[in-house]
């Protein structure tokens, strides 16, 4: 809208350079036109860079996977349950890897959700404004602690607690680096959850007092059904982050590939044997080269997923008011 | 309904006790809900405090000058930062250099120029995707894309650009919020007196978000400095025990660009590396480097959080 006031007919500086006699007001005019035209043309190729990122993911993904899969099927790839790629006897099967992700990640939703929620209601329905502000940068500030700090702390903090508790657990294993993880999460879910809860119209909690209801009532009849997209929107990107968060695992999890669902194990996930393969120094273009490509590949496609189903249930919570 | 109403008030009058009692139920169900409110998300606060408290004293034995001084080693106690903070530093400077200009350049792009089309929901959409791509991709990206398509090697380049990338979505998205908060008639004015679209870019939109702009710049680069993934998957060394050359020299031009394609490490690979050791000794290291890397990043998150809390009350339009 404010550009039409700046624009010129395209073939304004085509006539104006054909002409010889230009006044050099307008000259400069002409000078001026192109040069905003160079810039609109830079800033256009920095977005682009962002394009340009995410096809060069996907390409270099597909590209090296594609070396891994000559090698190996795609069927031994999901079905086989030993994942040895850097052994002599090499097994080229990713469910024990998926296994492992999956696992640490349900362990980190089962602390983060409903503690998150939790937390989420209490901060939008009974918290005063004044806990209201001081609270919700806490959170902010929390979400920006590097994930290997939280590794430490799941090595060499909560394993030994665990094991108190617990004797036989083994001192890498899934629960731990879950735990921790899901703490790692709380302060996302509760954050966006409770950005959800406070999109709901203030008409409907004051109807729900109207009827007489009580604060818990209206949070837990009212508020919370409505704001359930964006609950859930929050639930799923904590999913994702779970399932790409790479540090702790990989420093408290262990990185034997296993395949079991059992937290109180050790296991590798995707991204631990990433890390694991990426410290070694593995010949490029070797097969266990490509084989972090294909598990990158996995992990890509199974974020990507979470990322675009939590993109579309919360464009649907948008429209409900 | 109505047909109920009277027997309902009856029942009520009937039942005054019952009543009373369901009554103070649900009051008492408001305060143990919000006691447990209270309690779930101390539980979270306190976890991580106590999570700090750890690494500090933790690594409080290793908090003097000489840990910042010495290079690594084979022996815990004598074992220093120099190399991962020097590291750390470099790369953050080639994250800074690329992310700051292309993403602001990006956000004035799509908010300034862009026009409502297929075109700019591609690129709005990727932009939205690469934030929620987990930083171990980039990682792989890099490797493939710079060290080995590239040959830029295992460098302090390598490591900037794909921190620069990684970033990228945050600054992007932070320009574009502080610019959508300028309203209309700043630029109209500057129309009017016969400013070209560049210059009220430039002199207006950039100038009154530049606040906004920090805000995210900061927020993207405490991020960077915490990143491990990334720069483990290309393969960072994690002994090094030496400085990348430096990049101010005596001699004429007084800087060189050697450094950028020198081996390094970081500090959260120095700590990385340290926690996988079995030797009680090291993880003390590795506390008080968790230690540094906290202060650093929470003293920048903050700083990020009160210049938007300062920001939001100054703003008069």
């Known amino acids: 809208m404010i550009s039409a006031a700046n624009k010129v007919p395209k073939n304004y500086s085509a006539a104006v350079t054909e002409s010889t006699t ?51 099927s795609i069927v031994e790839f999901f079905t086989a349950k030993e994942w040895t790629p850097l052994f002599e006897d090499a097994h080229y099967g990713i469910m024990p890897l998926v296994a492992g992700t999956l696992t640490t990640s349900a362990v980190a939703l089962a602390v983060a959700i409903p503690i998150g929620t939790v937390a989420a209601i209490y901060l939008s329905e009974f918290a005063s404004h004044r806990a209201r502000e001081i609270v919700k940068p806490i959170l902010e500030l929390l979400v920006g602690v590097p994930t290997i700090v939280f590794g430490y702390f799941a090595l060499l903090f909560v394993t030994p607690i665990l094991q108190k508790l617990y004797p036989e657990l083994p001192g890498f294993n899934m629960l731990s680096a879950g735990i921790v993880m899901g703490i790692m999460i709380i302060p996302y879910i509760a954050s966006v959850a409770e950005d959800a809860m406070r999109a709901v119209p203030m008409s409907m909690r ?15 009849r009212v ?3 409505a704001a359930v997209s964006g609950i859930v929107a929050a639930y799923i990107l904590g999913i994702s982050r779970a399932v790409g968060e790479t540090m702790v695992v990989a420093v408290a999890a262990g990185q034997q590939p296993n395949l079991t669902f059992d937290p109180t194990e050790g296991a590798a996930t995707i991204t631990a044997y990433i890390v694991q393969v990426a410290m070694g120094d593995l010949p490029h273009a070797s097969i266990g080269y490509q084989s972090i490509f294909a598990a990158g590949l996995v992990l890509f496609a199974m974020t990507l997923g979470f990322n675009i189903l939590g993109h579309i249930v919360r464009k649907k919570y948008r429209e409900q008011y | 309904m109505n047909s109920n ?24 169900n408001d305060i143990l809900f919000a006691t447990i409110g209270l309690v779930a998300i101390m539980f979270g606060l306190l976890a991580l405090l106590t999570l700090f408290v750890d690494l500090v004293m933790d690594g409080y034995p290793r908090f003097n000058l000489q840990f910042f001084s010495d290079f690594p080693s084979r022996r815990a106690g004598s074992a220093g930062l120099l190399s991962a903070w020097v590291g750390s530093l470099l790369v953050m400077l080639v994250t800074f250099l690329t992310a700051v200009p292309v993403g602001v350049a990006a956000g004035l792009y799509l908010e300034e120029y862009a026009p409502k089309n297929w075109f700019s929901d591609l690129i709005e959409i990727n932009v939205s995707n690469l934030a929620g791509v987990p930083s171990i991709i980039y990682g792989l990206l890099a490797l493939g894309l710079f ?25 992007i998205v932070s320009t574009r919020e502080a610019i959508r908060s300028i309203p209309v008639a700043i630029r109209e004015a500057a129309y009017a007196v016969g400013a070209t679209k560049w210059q009220v870019v430039k002199d207006h939109v ?23 993934a990334p720069i483990i998957t290309i393969g960072a060394l994690t002994f090094i025990a030496f400085l990348p050359p430096s990049p101010v020299t005596t001699e004429v031009p007084f800087i060189n660009f050697e450094w950028l ?10 700590m990385f590396n340290w926690l996988s050791r079995p030797d009680h000794a090291f993880h003390i290291n590795a506390a008080a480097t968790g230690a540094i890397i906290i202060i650093v990043t929470l003293l920048m998150n903050g700083t990020a959080i009160w210049l938007r809390y300062k920001i939001r009350k100054n703003i008069k339009w």
């Open chain 2, 261 to 270: 394609s020198s081996s390094f490490t970081v500090l959260p690979i120095q």
């Open chain 1, 223 to 225: 508020v919370t059904p």
């Open chain 2, 5 to 28: 109403t009277p027997k309902i008030k009856a029942s009520v009058i009937e039942n005054l006790g019952a009543v009373r009692a369901m009554i103070k139920r649900h009051k008492r």
């Open chain 1, 206 to 220: 004051e109807g729900s007092y109207a009827m007489g209801a009580t604060r818990f009532q209206t949070a837990i």
């Open chain 2, 147 to 171: 060290v080995y398509g590239l040959n830029l090697g295992q460098s302090i380049l390598t490591a900037g650009l794909t921190l620069g990338l990684l970033i990228l979505p945050i600054v």
């Open chain 2, 206 to 228: 950039v100038k009154y978000s530049q606040g906004g702009i920090l805000t995210g710049v900061i927020i993207g680069m405490s991020r960077a400095l915490g990143e491990t």
């Open chain 1, 22 to 72: 230009v006044s050099p007001r307008l000259a400069k005019n002409v000078q001026r036109h192109f040069k905003e035209r160079i810039i609109e043309f830079v800033l256009m190729l920095a977005a682009l860079s962002a394009v340009f990122t995410t096809f060069a993911i996907v390409a270099i993904l597909l590209y090296e996977s594609l070396g891994f899969f000559k090698t190996v």
